[in-house]
């Protein structure tokens, strides 16, 4: 399974991305999927967070408010929209699939995702 993220870049505060993961083999759809980050110098950071259908979401409290997480199983992607962005968003986006087919509820622990894409970067200007 390969996981190609996009949609990252340069904004002002304030201002949106759309960040997109497509995976390349169908069957993610019955998977659970979530979105990372990464700042220079910390560690890997939970950010949102959805289970297979779509039926159930869920953010870190760094995001909440302001990033929405969706999917399009019909186009094998996920999605984060990031509103309001922060200066203190600046960091290399990473979406993931849970390990657990046909899971309830999420995961925020990077240890319950087993497939990685290779991050976009989002920097926000202040």
């Known amino acids: 399974v390969q996981l190609q993220a996009s949609g990252g870049g340069l904004v002002q505060a304030g201002g949106s991305l759309r960040l997109a993961c497509v995976s390349s083999?169908?069957?993610?759809?019955?998977?659970?999927m979530g979105w990372f980050r990464q700042a220079p110098g910390k560690e890997r950071e939970f950010v949102a967070g959805?289970?297979?259908?779509?039926?159930?979401?869920f953010y870190g409290d760094s995001v909440k408010g302001r990033f929405t997480i969706f999917r399009d199983n019909a186009k094998n992607t996920v999605y984060l929209q990031s509103n309001s962005l922060k200066p203190e968003d600046t960091a290399v986006y990473f979406c993931?699939?849970?390990?657990?087919?046909?899971?309830?509820?999420?995961?925020?622990?990077?240890?319950?995702?087993?497939?990685w894409g290779q991050g976009t970067l989002v920097t926000v200007s202040s």
């Open positions: 993931a699939r849970d390990k657990v087919l046909y899971r309830d509820g999420g995961r925020q622990s990077e240890y319950d995702y087993d497939y």
């Open positions: 083999k169908p069957s993610s759809s019955k998977f659970g």
């Open positions: 959805i289970n297979w259908s779509g039926s159930y979401t």
